[in-house]
């Protein structure tokens, strides 16, 4: 970790903080190195390490935005995207709904709002769990909102414990490899009750990413998509869901990265600050060139999955 980077760290979080990032950092890396590839295990520590950051720049949402006419902020896209999955999966008054991969529960607390459920939410990252706790707590949701630690390929839950799950752009973080999209579309079916219904979105990718693709997917995504070559559909079907409202969204996705570009030259000299000059600039032209990469080679599927009898 840059020397830089370490000495933010310690101010901003002392000793206790900046251990949990080294940790993070180490357990994110490891697997990789060792390896060649991620682990569920490493996922959450990703997530462990960039959560603090992510909230500074982007806000408490941790997926793409969602722009139906191009013009919406990044906070009004986040939202849109929570919206259509939401409305996807018909989410009702008094409904148990289960969110899959909650991030810190921001959407979770916007769907229960707005739909008067209740919702449980689980989440791989330790970190995101903490902090997401307190914010469901300052936005007096904890009744209403409960999330926890643990990973969706194996759900803590009972038999047909859901009326519905939302599944917001986080299955092709939690599947590491290619047997575990069966995996975790099983537990789904399995804690869903029969005719329930799942709202689904995630990037996808349609075709193997080159050997450059892949180095700059890794550096922003810490996944260089090699599984994101992924359908979705397919993967529902073959166990026994019934597919419907199928759309393509990847194009009203893109404006994400406008918007996060404009974040980061609006506050260039605070990222300088954070990790260095020299940090900041490679991130930034990363992210130049992730746009191209997707529009070439990515999908981006939404749906309404209903699950089949009782197996």
Partial sequence: ???????????????????????????????????????????????????????????????????????????????????????????????????????????????ARRHGCEIAGINISREQIRQGREMIAREGMSDRVRIEHGDARKLPFAAGSFDAIVCVEVAGDICVSAADKQTLVGELARVLRPGGLVGFSDLALHSPPSKDDRRILRAVFYDDGSELVSDWPAIFSAVGFAVSGQRCIIEQTLPTWERVREIYTGRDSELARRYGASIARRTCARIERIPEILTRLGTFPVFAARNGPSR
């Avoid at 990703?46 to 949402?61: E, M």
């Avoid at 999966?89 to 969110?99: I, K, N, P, T």
């Fill in 1 to 111: 970790m840059p020397a830089r980077a370490l000495t933010t760290l310690w101010r901003e979080g002392g000793a206790a903080g900046c251990a949990r990032k080294l940790s993070a950092a180490t357990r994110m890396g490891l697997p990789l190195l060792l390896g060649g590839r991620r682990t569920a295990a490493g996922v959450g520590a990703y997530f462990d390490l960039v959560t603090d950051d992510s909230r500074r720049f982007y806000g408490d949402n941790f997926h793409f935005g969602y722009f139906p006419t191009g013009s919406e902020t990044l906070a009004e896209a986040h939202d849109a995207h929570t919206d259509l999955v939401a409305a996807l999966a018909q989410l009702g008054e008094g409904q148990r709904v289960l969110d899959i991969g909650c991030g810190l529960g921001a959407p979770a607390v916007r769907m």
